[in-house]
């Protein structure tokens, strides 16, 4: 009996082993928050910015994860269509995994529920997911741009400079052809329907790859916006220290090393983001920076949880199949 009891307790465990490390690092999170700063404290920060900035800060913050649904809808039409709540669900849901799985494991999510509720290949949803990813990253190095172009006083140079990046997707998307016929030509025969898959994945036209792309630079545009003027509201300066920190806590969730829920990681990134940009490294400058960077992700967390707990109420129940 005690055998099958280590059997079942020890499989138990392993089903649940990433909660159990998520709750863990969740707990002893607030453990070490309390014993640095205390929790009134950072309320009292919430509470010098005022009700009605937080709330319009995290109602941006949910808005993003509309836009992001939209990408999507719009990315894959076919299956789609008409379920944009439902597609809303299952993107709330791949966020949220995302954000409290550690190593980026939530990402494998996306695939499973997109074949399970709309029926699309793993290797075409993996294909589209990469890409998308690929367009986060560039998007969030040019909205942090911005803020060096602040800093910068605003040089016609560096704003060119600037618009050049910003743009620079849609010239390797129209490459796209030439790089996946050179990579045809090397592959054997039998990976040819894989790249195939892999290239169905893709944007099927420029202009579903600029809508993809405008919708891209739109959320992190505005996400990167709000976390800087959350930092900047405050007290954290400069400016563009604030768009680094922003920067900085976003690379933290998109890299390969990400803790559950973004405990330690998210803020030291904040952190590391904005002395990059330019912060005071003095120990009240410190002190004040390691703050607002707990509080900025604490919005992030609760703008996710209340994103997916909004896309819960407003997608139908899917009907049991026939």
């Known amino acids: 009996m005690n055998a099958e009891t280590d059997i079942n307790g020890g499989g138990w465990f392993v089903r649940h082993r990433m909660t159990i490390i998520s709750l863990a690092a969740v707990f002893?999170?607030?453990?070490?928050?309390?014993?640095?700063?205390?929790?009134?404290?950072?309320?009292?920060?919430?509470?010098?910015?005022?009700?009605?900035?937080?709330?319009?800060?995290?109602?941006?913050?949910?808005?993003?994860?509309?836009?992001?649904?939209?990408?999507?809808?719009?990315?894959?039409?076919?299956?789609?269509?008409?379920?944009?709540?439902?597609?809303?669900?299952?993107?709330?849901?791949?966020?949220?995994?995302?954000?409290?799985?550690?190593?980026?494991?939530?990402?494998?999510?996306?695939?499973?529920?997109?074949?399970?509720?709309?029926?699309?290949?793993?290797?075409?949803?993996?294909?589209?997911?990469?890409l998308m990813r690929l367009l986060d990253l560039h998007a969030l190095f040019a909205a942090a741009g911005v803020g060096i172009v602040i800093e910068r006083a605003n040089h016609p140079v560096d704003w060119l400079l600037w618009a050049a990046f910003l743009a620079s997707p849609l010239l390797l998307f129209l490459l796209k052809g030439h790089f996946l016929a050179m990579i045809g030509k090397r592959l054997p025969t039998r990976l040819e329907g894989l790249l195939h898959e892999i290239e169905s994945g893709l944007p099927a036209s420029a202009i579903a790859f600029i809508r993809a792309w405008l919708m891209t630079v739109l959320n992190?545009?505005?996400?990167?916006?709000?976390?800087?003027?959350?930092?900047?509201?405050?007290?954290?300066?400069?400016?563009?220290?604030?768009?680094?920190?922003?920067?900085?806590?976003?690379?933290?969730?998109?890299?390969?090393?990400?803790?559950?829920?973004?405990?330690?990681t998210y803020p030291a990134g904040i952190t590391a983001g904005a002395i990059s940009f330019g912060a005071a490294t003095d120990k009240s400058a410190l002190e004040?920076?390691?703050s607002a960077s707990v509080n900025a992700h604490l919005m992030i967390i609760v703008s996710a949880v209340a994103g997916t707990l909004l896309s819960l109420v407003l997608s139908p129940r899917r009907r049991p199949s026939t």
Request: aromatic share 14%; glycine share 10%; charged share 10%.
């Open 220 to 264: 992190w545009s505005t996400k990167v916006a709000v976390l800087a003027w959350v930092l900047f509201a405050i007290g954290v300066t400069p400016l563009g220290a604030c768009f680094g920190g922003a920067l900085g806590g976003e690379l933290s969730s998109v890299l390969p090393v990400h803790a559950p829920g973004g405990v330690g």
């Open 288 to 290: 004040l920076l390691g």
């Open 28 to 130: 002893a999170y607030a453990v070490f928050v309390e014993w640095i700063w205390g929790w009134p404290a950072l309320f009292r920060q919430w509470a010098a910015i005022g009700a009605a900035p937080v709330v319009s800060a995290l109602a941006l913050l949910v808005a993003t994860y509309f836009i992001r649904c939209y990408r999507i809808y719009d990315y894959f039409p076919g299956e789609t269509h008409g379920h944009f709540l439902r597609l809303l669900r299952v993107t709330q849901v791949h966020n949220l995994l995302n954000i409290m799985l550690p190593f980026r494991a939530g990402e494998t999510s996306f695939p499973i529920l997109m074949r399970s509720e709309f029926a699309v290949p793993l290797t075409r949803s993996a294909s589209a997911l990469l």
